[in-house]
C-alpha cells in the first residue's frame, strides 16, 4: 500500500509521536507511584532505555506499544510496506539485544505490550508489583 502522504507530511507526522511519556507509560507508573513505589523513568545507562526502573531490585520495566514494537509481527508484516517492514524489524532485533544485555547484567526485564495493559491494566500493575517487591527483599 503506498503511502498517501508527501515525505514532508510523513516526516512531521512521524516527529509528533511520542517517544517517551507516552499516555500509558504515565498510566503505569501513576498506578505504582500510587502502591507506594519509587523509580527512575528512561534510564539512559541502561540498554534500551528502560521505561521504568527499579535501580535495587534491578528491575527494568519496557512498555511497548503494540505497533512499534511488532506484536506477532509475522502475522501482519506483509500488510505493512517495506519501510515499516524494515522499521519495524529492526525495532524487533534491538529489543531483543537490549534484553539479552540487561539478563547478562544481572536485570530482570517485565516487557508490557500495550493490549495487555489496556485488557487487563490491575494485572499489569500486579506483575510489576510482585517483581519488583519479591527481588528488593530477596
Excluded at 49 to 63: E, G, W, Y
Aim: aromatic letters at 10%; hydrophobic letters at 35%.
Amino acid at each position: 500500500m503506498p503511502d498517501n502522504l508527501t515525505p514532508e507530511q510523513r516526516s512531521y507526522c512521524m516527529s509528533r509521536i511520542k517517544g517517551k511519556d507516552t499516555g500509558l507509560e504515565m498510566r503505569v507508573r501513576s498506578a505504582l507511584h500510587e502502591q507506594g513505589l519509587r523509580f527512575r523513568k528512561n534510564v539512559k545507562w541502561l540498554p534500551g532505555k528502560p521505561d521504568i526502573v527499579f535501580s535495587k531490585a534491578k528491575v527494568a520495566v519496557f512498555v511497548d506499544g503494540d505497533f512499534w514494537h511488532g506484536y506477532r509481527f509475522p502475522l501482519w508484516q506483509n500488510k505493512v510496506s517495506d519501510f515499516w517492514k524494515k522499521k519495524i524489524s529492526k525495532n524487533r532485533e534491538r529489543d531483543i539485544k537490549n534484553h539479552r544485555k540487561l539478563r547478562r547484567m544481572g536485570w530482570t526485564v517485565i516487557r508490557l505490550w500495550q493490549h495487555e495493559i489496556q485488557k487487563n491494566f490491575e494485572a499489569s500493575i500486579e506483575r510489576i508489583l510482585a517483581t519488583a517487591l519479591s527481588k528488593k527483599r530477596g
